[in-house]
């Protein structure tokens, strides 16, 4: 069991975890929505999947996932043979949170001539129950070689779904989940900020409600939303999306100012994530240094998972795998 962690003041935890890095051969893997001191002693920074990818990739025997719960299972199906560790155990997500497989499998089998294109923010269970896996960056190269009228349940992100079919012109059946972090936005006052930087674009990321999105200069992934204040010439860019990506941004370009899109008190603090910011440094260590918490998927559910995964990555080709940054991104 895991020292309390305020039996660990004093100790040189930077330090440590690069020492525990190299005993166990372990990758550590920082989600862009992770605190900055993670993200910067982590080996790649960037999105679940691209992660996931990565860290398949290496010779590490411990994968240590700074992320939430189905992140790190993600890592395990693609990487059996590795141990898989993730800081805090109650990491969850809301989306996960919204479709309970059971539940799920129900909705399926109410719907037998809908395939399900499922969000990758879900448990590894859900996945198991879907035809094809999607990234907000995959789904609608996913989507396009799709027939118009072939019927679609899309999971678990309505907002998400909802975009897609706007783009698309599609009307799938939408699973009613939404993600806290990206509800919790206010328009009201998102054209307060704008009034106040009218230059600044806004750049979204499509888990947004369509009040928001309605505003947006860029919808896209995290990794888009970066390259896109990257890539911009405006001195001055409103994030719409969990504000913890900004770090990267300012490291990547420190003359330009970043602002997070506020909440409806007019800051930005409702829309950090609860789950993310579990994953502390000093739980980082402990979960080194104990080898847990560790994730386990029993053999049928992973097999049953890594197919519409393996089905993404074939329709997707190119798209995904790549865009995390690191080593020490």
Not at 41 to 61: E, Q
Not at 84 to 112: N, T, Y
Request: glycine share 6%.
């Amino acid at each position: 069991m895991n020292a309390p962690v305020q039996s660990l003041k004093g100790l040189d935890l930077k330090a440590e975890i690069n020492r525990l890095r190299k005993e166990r051969n372990a990758v550590i893997l920082g989600h862009y929505y992770q605190t900055p001191d993670i993200q910067d002693i982590a080996d790649f920074v960037g999105d679940s999947l691209d992660l996931s990818a990565k860290a398949a990739a290496t010779d590490a025997d411990v994968i240590a996932f700074c992320g939430v719960r189905f992140m790190a299972e993600v890592a395990k199906i693609l990487s059996p043979q590795k141990t898989v560790i993730l800081p805090d155990m109650a990491a969850g997500c809301s989306l996960e949170d919204s479709c309970p497989p059971e539940e799920f499998a129900k909705f399926r089998a109410a719907h037998p001539d809908h395939i399900a294109i499922t969000y990758i923010n879900c448990s590894a269970a859900v996945k198991a129950h879907s035809d094809i896996i999607v990234t907000s960056s995959s789904a609608e190269k996913i989507l396009a070689q799709l027939p118009m009228d072939q019927k679609i349940i899309f999971a678990p992100d309505k907002n998400l779904g909802a975009y897609f079919n706007r783009k698309t012109g599609r009307d799938m059946l939408l699973w009613p989940g939404a993600c806290i972090v990206h509800e919790a936005f206010s328009e009201t006052e998102l054209l307060k900020l704008k009034a106040q930087y009218p230059d600044a674009p806004i750049a979204a990321h499509p888990e947004c409600p369509a009040f928001i999105l309605d505003h947006a200069d860029e919808v896209g992934s995290t990794r888009a939303i970066l390259e896109f204040a990257l890539k911009s010439p405006a001195e001055t860019i409103i994030v719409a999306t969990e504000p913890h990506i900004i770090h990267q941004m300012q490291k990547a370009a420190p003359h330009k100012l970043f602002i997070g899109a506020p909440g409806a008190d007019g800051n930005c603090n409702c829309n950090m994530c609860p789950y993310m910011a579990l994953n502390t440094m000093e739980k980082l260590y402990l979960a080194l240094r104990d080898m847990e918490p560790r994730i386990e998927i029993d053999e049928e559910t992973r097999i049953a998972a890594k197919r519409p995964l393996d089905r993404m990555l074939e329709m997707a080709g190119a798209t995904v795998g790549k865009g995390a940054m690191g080593p020490r991104g």
